[in-house]
């Protein structure tokens, strides 16, 4: 450890210890060294003994900074590790981070295109417009078409920040198992190791770049949803720089009614433009949060969502869409039995388990939220109850799944306050029966006839000669094939007659000894059977080779 590491882990004990965070490992796990351990460093104390568990976890993960807000806000998420009440505290982390000296912007802009900044650009904005834990966004003017920009420049100083605590949390990761009772369950490495692959792939504007570029390219021309262009030409591991949008944010609720946006079609299409980015593309935009997403002011009574941010992005393979989609519908038609044999058809849960055992554990979970009306209830939770329930059963939930749900919630969230009165699931069922009814029968097949065409258009030209070649193949096979038999035959024959003639030498050989051993007076006629024994074996022998 070095020792800027161990400065750094002080700094993290401190803060876990100023906020009680070690009063929830539970006594008996306290050993006599880790009691002693603390009675020395009594100068830090439990300063919030009157805060909850969840504010004091919040609190002091604020204070240690981005790399641990966002571990927070990814832990919020997982509330199969967690009791409520802490992952909900945990999802209103905030990044309150302070802005970076735009002078540091501008250079790190101007080391990532080889020059100044005024070759490319006019009108730079050293005040930043917005900053984040990770990255800071500046505003600018495109010199080659006049366009209005934003730069996004990754923090100078943060991949140092985020290695060093990364290697902290994975320190105190495997402390958990030994510290907490329920730790091993927690699976904190896996956990920690989850994380660092999303805080790697945000550091890579590259990869948010390509993202923005597919969504865009899938959303081509869509009332529903703009995603700003992306100059990407301009782009680096560093830098990304994209068209301005002017939209109504939409946490803005005020703004939006005052702009005369209609709030049901609004509402409803976060749900269609959702639903169409998992079902129809595999592709969806997974950091739905409300920074994130505007309304455009052009044609409020047919509003179009504009979407920024598209740093993680999730994508469903066929199988786990059809999960989704053929466990909505049964969980919405109240068929439970129905949900635990779609997991057990599909090899989602072990094959021996137990239908019975797990319908009922999650009429358990879920007949309860179906105590609501239905358009108050939350497609998220029932996800989330139904993952939750699945993993009891050994079902290994898809990480992917689990962002989705994550999306999902937050959909749900923004959808309902657009539009209180908002029926998600009248909005998404017809949605859901159709990709399913497209997923099999005619238009399937058809869809997988015309998949197929341009295969077999090239291969066509091909087929004779392809013909001929295996005409030739199966004559040569069969020749082989024929030669195989008959050389087989042919041995099978002689091991038969090398069988019998050891047969014919072993009693040859034994006559003749019986006949020396009774009439010891006859020596040449034992001598003849026993010559015409061995002789009659070496024979057969030779027939075995
Ligand atoms: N194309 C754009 N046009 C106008 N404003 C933008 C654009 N892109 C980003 N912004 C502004 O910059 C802010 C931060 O951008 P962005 O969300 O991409 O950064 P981030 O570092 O990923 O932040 P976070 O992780 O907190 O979402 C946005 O909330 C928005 O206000």
């Known amino acids: 450890m070095t020792l800027g590491e161990i400065r750094r882990l002080y700094f993290i004990i401190k803060i876990f210890l100023t906020y009680g965070l070690d009063e929830l490992i539970p006594h008996m796990r306290i050993t006599l060294p880790l009691r002693i351990w603390r009675r020395c460093i009594f100068w830090i104390p439990n300063k919030h003994k009157n805060e909850s568990t969840g504010v004091r976890i919040r609190l002091a993960m604020e204070q240690l900074g981005p790399v641990w807000i966002k571990f927070g806000q990814m832990l919020s998420t997982r509330r199969d590790l967690f009791p409520p009440a802490i992952a909900d505290e945990l999802a209103v982390l905030q990044d309150r981070v302070a802005p970076f000296d735009g002078l540091k912007a501008k250079e790190q802009i101007e080391r990532s295109i080889g020059g100044p900044v005024e070759t490319w650009f006019d009108d730079f904005d050293i005040k930043p417009l917005a900053s984040a834990s990770i990255a800071q966004v500046h505003t600018a003017t495109l010199k080659s078409n006049g366009r209005d920009v934003v730069i996004k420049v990754i923090r100078p100083d943060i991949l140092p920040v985020i290695k060093a605590d990364m290697k902290l949390i994975y320190r105190m990761a495997h402390w958990v198992p030994r510290l907490l009772p329920d730790g091993r369950r927690l699976r904190p490495v896996e956990v920690v190791r989850d994380y660092e692959k999303t805080l790697i792939d945000e550091l890579n504007l590259l990869r948010e770049s390509a993202n923005a570029i597919q969504l865009r390219r899938n959303f081509e021309q869509s009332p529903m949803l703009y995603v700003p262009e992306v100059f990407s030409d301009y782009c680096s591991e560093s830098m990304m720089v994209m068209e301005r949008i002017y939209g109504i944010p939409i946490s803005d609720v005020a703004a939006l009614e005052q702009h005369g946006v209609n709030m049901k079609i609004l509402a409803e299409r976060g749900v269609q433009v959702f639903f169409t980015q998992v079902f129809r593309d595999s592709f969806f935009h997974a950091d739905m949060h409300p920074g994130n997403i505007f309304v455009s002011y052009d044609h409020p009574e047919d509003p179009q969502y504009i979407a920024i941010d598209c740093g993680i992005v999730g994508s469903l393979n066929k199988e786990d869409k059809r999960y989704l989609a053929e466990n909505f519908i049964a969980f919405f038609n109240r068929d439970y039995r129905k949900v635990a044999e779609l997991h057990v058809d599909s090899g989602w849960v072990p094959p021996d388990t137990n239908v019975e055992d797990f319908e009922f554990a999650i009429r358990t979970v879920c007949e309860p939220i179906f105590e609501k009306p239905l358009a108050e209830i939350s497609f998220g939770h029932v996800l989330l109850n139904l993952f939750n329930t699945a993993r009891r ?57 015309k998949d197929k065409a341009p295969f077999w258009a090239e291969k066509l030209p091909e087929l004779p000669e392809l013909f001929y070649d295996s005409m030739r193949q199966h004559k040569l096979l069969q020749h082989s094939v024929d030669k195989l038999v008959s050389d087989m035959n042919a041995q099978r024959t002689r091991h038969h007659k090398a069988r019998y003639l050891f047969g014919v030498g072993a009693t040859l050989l034994l006559s003749g000894t019986a006949v020396l051993l009774s009439r010891p007076d006859w020596d040449f006629f034992p001598a003849l059977l026993m010559a015409a024994g061995i002789v009659t074996w070496l024979i057969g022998w030779r027939k075995t080779n």
């Open 393 to 449: 059963f050994n079902m290994e939930v898809q990480p992917q799944l689990v962002l989705l749900q994550k999306t999902l919630l937050y959909i749900e969230g923004i959808g309902r306050q657009l539009y209180p009165q908002l029926d998600l699931w009248k909005t998404a069922k017809p949605f859901l029966e159709d990709w399913i009814k497209d997923q099999i029968g005619i238009p399937a097949i058809l869809r997988a006839v």
